[in-house]
């Protein structure tokens, strides 16, 4: 591959990914509203705010592939969610589509899917029960990656990330942990299997008590790993257990489930 | 009921609701942005933009129950789909959650599920496949349905109208056809229902071809009367039949699906 | 056919039965815990108490298929259901099995899935949800059933009843009506099929808000031709509207799941 | 439509069709291996044997849509189900593909499935269950409709007849039979619709106890109007009751998968 | 945890479980119908026999959570069972509800599921098809337990329990195996998920060919790490092949299929 | 057990498996076409062609089991595909059936179901969809196994072979590949199984990306040990990524869907 942009490539998810990503292209555009410091030797630093359309025109010019990891990444005002996950998530789609980018990786959430409850183990082929804006946003993300698809060809992998940490932070994490190895293994598959059209993927560890099937992603190749249990000893030291009803257990998107509505 | 407020008052199917469900309620409050001529006795007529919060809020309060028919009925640009469709909606579910209304049955369409194959008979646990911009509106607006009914028991009936006119106009309506008494119906059905939590309902008539199953929404109790079948051979003496690739009749979305991008 | 018993036969749809199946057998065998009058031309009268295992024995002998409407019908006390729907249907069971039986039809009921949610429609693979201890007691009677059938070879056909009454009497019974005759048309489709093994079917009208979904009961040809819809007005001129929550309409069982404990 | 090619015409289905397809087309084209008679005025009439490859191509050049109702049409020996349903209906393909034949609609059978239990209402997507050689036959001409669509773009419809006669003859025909106006009716949805693909849909009247679901072939709309039901007292008159194990009725082909090994 | 109240605690697993229960809560309190020895540090002895619901009512209380291995544990006469398993269990659940008891964990069986054949792989959502008296008590046992999660919110594990034993005993439990560390492990897993409602598990290592799917017990967290297979040879060495229609292989159930009914 | 046949047993995977098959029978007989050199000490060596049939009646005399891996084993031309697997293979079934052979493992194919795309995982129960002569008839092969269960109680299990080699040869592979080892331990467990009746199972590794579901084979008890993983980077440094529409990675079938009809 000659040329994969990053966005997010400072956040979390894309610091790591900026290291791991390298090897694989022969540049590595990495882009965000704020300073990245130096650029590596095969690396090229664009800031850029997506929410500006033309900006976004001339960001995914030449390039082979986008992984996404930009844009709000935790529940905030309708607004700002607005700007940066719609808007900016429109134009970024609208870059591709034009300047001819064969695929799109990028970080959706379990908040899509949060609702649901915890004692029902789901697959990519359920309908859609956001818990909160921000998973709201990430369902019209993954529907407008369909609709890229059907109508103009450009391919997306979805990722579904569940709780991805250095380890398991909390109980809840037990089942939903990303270990950083998997989370850059599983973006590795999906930036080389071989065809994806829009695929939606659960971005989870072999833990044991994990929920969500991957059966529909069987084309990415993607086998975890880590498994959240070694951690349960240290977890449960110190931390209290869950109430049964509380959602922050009882619901797929944990916390986000639980929460009041963001603005009130 | 006491109240039920009917936006997009002006629009075809607004005006077709504006008669039949006044007698569902002691007063029908009717919305626009625009004149909607004087009101009748039991009517209220408030003009509202319903991208203005403040008015949204105002708009909703002291009502029951909400039929939400405005918004861009059609495709049309991001911008303008952005405003009324996702800000104006998020207003409204704001202004429910906080006034207390009990339901909103809203005009959502089956271009939140166009890129499905005609070849395929689908239901509503099937996940999104929009076919335009507007039809991811509407994906946006069943999730946001189904987060107000997870997180605050807002309930909603969105309803996947096909294709409603006085009769089929095209060779795709002999499957996709609602007629008007069969959209009344429908709509009694979602007001009248006692419990409706989010359901997803197809607006369709019973035509032979139709290709849509509402098990899903059985508890509504709508059976349709009407059946495209009878106009079958007017409507094919004055068009022509399609190519079998076109997507006007190979999608479940026609022109929408076929169609290019609106801002090209 | 030779001989067909009918339990529970003073019973409400023992009654009703006793008159139309009569034409289908040579001779009607009735029984009952108490006095039934005359017995008329081709019918023979035995009181009997299926708690009873000798007299079930002799009652179930040169019998070629069992009609059982007895046992208890509605909620009751653990310690009378006990005796009555475990140990008088055991004994039933064992005495059709010794004496060579074919088939069983029998009442079971709705309130087998009565904690299904009525946003849910369902068919006859669904686990069971019983509500209450009436309901309990119908699940062990479909797996006793199924058992026969498996090992014995002796077929029933669990019949769950809905609302078997001359019209709807309420708002739920506008979903769950079941007519005297649709009943009575179901029974004999029963009897007539020619290989039923271990059936469930669901007993209920053509309604329009009707809930079962009986294509796993297709071999039996049962097509109801009545629909509670024509009461809807009556029936709502004379009741109240149910509230949202209440498990009298929110549950498939109504007022079996709303109810507390029967001995409470 | 210019000319439909309709082979086994003078076979009882083809004797039907050939009167009531002609207005479909400009010309129709007839073919048998035997005398057909006087060509009427738009009929063309050609003798050929299926299993003369350099032949068939020749019969099916400047053909639009194809009707097959040739082959062996019920169970015979290896040898010569091969020779037609084999050979013949292998040339038959060849020659649409290498003219450009648009769409094959033909008769497969019920035989294709005829193993599975009567106690199972089925639909189009399950496994094949012969019961016949002739039943074998049906699965490959299947397989091979679908591969000519898969691969060429030939599109076909596999018509998986019940019992087409006049009437019901026997206490299975209540189940399995196939009006001649509903067979028309569905020949004319099956060169009418618009994309077909692979089809295969069930050959049967909307009878009481009919077991084939249609589902899957909405799209083609097909809806029947004739039930076996109003002649189940006249055939119950004059035939017996089967016995319950009997496969004749406890398997969907009936008295196919009843028999033994045809050449034995 | 407080308090955990064992039955059946000197049956075969009562008695694995009471050494390895013992350290997840403050008290054990073991209960049977017989003398169970010394009571160690922290346990209670209570004799009861549970057809008794006044003492039941007493053992019952102060508990957190039940493991109910008591009962009959194999095929029996209807009477034996009939008072344990049946008025028992009931004594049992009225005892939970009444005393606030939050969770049982109980010994269901393979025999609630006994004559679904070994060719066909089974999940928690097929229904009951028992093999005995013993397997028509257990799917009432689940019956109860849904119904008081439904209806009052006591959680419940039904544990379908495959072949507890030391080590595989014969060729059936090549499949069917649970070892006693996964037992022990499966245990621990249902007292220790935060959420269960009513939830069914199959109670089975990790064998090459086992037949119960668990996907509907993920949230558990059980994952087995016992493989019946390192038996294999030793197990063939010492045992005949069965026939393949013998229902001791042919059927999940194994002997209790096979075996006719018990008080024949 | 007594004797195996062995067909096809000069063949590549016919050669691996006379080395392996022999400990687990007292005889194994050998056939093909063509020399197979001497026979060992326990082995019978038979030539025969299996398109005649009475040669094929002597073949399969005194066999307890079959292995066929005989036949056209690629594409080839319908005539040559037609003798070997059509007449053969109905020849070796009608030999199975009179001379009273328990059971039948033979090589079906991917390519039965090859042109399913890529982006979905599979099991046995989806309808064919071939993608060559060979593949329908695999197809075939397949009808004819389960008829000759239904019908005459001679059980199968139709392999459905992947890519059966040393290693993955290309990249493909590293989906498809069965490595030796594993193909003989799937053979193995075919053989050794109580019951099959028809049983189809996919011959695949444990290949990290590999998209068949064997749940429906579970009783076989079969659990690949080999990866393909292990050879990626060999794989990709000698061959080139396919592109995304290219049929040889789009469709499960690989080369097979990509290529044109094998006459032209």
Redesign the interface.
């Known amino acids: 591959m000659n040329r994969i942009l990053l966005t997010g490539a400072s956040g979390g998810l894309g610091t790591l990914l900026r290291k791991e990503i390298a090897p694989h292209c022969n540049t590595l555009r990495l882009t965000n509203r704020h300073d990245m410091g130096e650029a590596a030797d095969n690396e090229e630093i664009v800031l850029c705010d997506l929410a500006d359309a033309d900006a976004v025109m001339d960001l995914t010019r030449d390039v082979d592939m986008v992984i996404h990891m930009g844009g709000v990444g935790r529940e905030n005002t309708?607004e700002a969610i607005?700007q940066s996950n719609?808007?900016g998530f429109?134009n970024l789609y609208e870059g591709c589509?034009k300047n001819g980018v064969?695929r799109v990786v990028w970080g959706s959430s379990n908040h899509a899917i949060g609702?649901y409850p915890?004692?029902q183990?789901i697959d990519?082929?359920?309908?859609?029960?956001?818990?909160?804006n921000y998973?709201?946003s990430k369902?019209?993300g993954?529907?407008?990656a369909?609709?890229y698809w059907?109508?103009?060809g450009v391919?997306s992998v979805s990722i579904r990330i569940g709780s991805c940490f250095p380890k398991p932070a909390d109980?809840r994490m037990?089942?939903t942990w990303l270990s950083y190895p998997d989370f850059v293994h599983l973006t590795e598959c999906c930036l080389a299997?071989?065809?994806?059209?829009h695929?939606i993927v659960y971005g989870v560890s072999d833990?044991?008590?994990?929920?969500w099937?991957n059966?529909?992603a069987?084309?990415?190749?993607?086998?975890p790993k880590d498994n959240a249990?070694i951690y349960r000893e240290e977890v449960e030291a110190k931390t209290e257990?869950?109430d049964?009803?509380d959602l922050t257990?009882?619901a797929h998107g944990g916390g986000f489930?639980a929460a009041g509505?963001f603005e009130d």
């Open positions: 309708f607005l719609y808007v429109y589509r064969k609702f915890r004692t183990r990519a082929s359920v309908t859609p029960r956001p818990d909160s998973g709201i369902v019209y993954e529907a407008m369909q609709y059907d109508k103009f391919e109980r037990l089942t299997a071989p065809r994806v059209e695929t833990n044991d008590s994990q929920l099937d059966h529909m069987a084309h990415l190749g993607y086998r249990e257990p869950y049964r009803d257990i009882a489930a509505h």
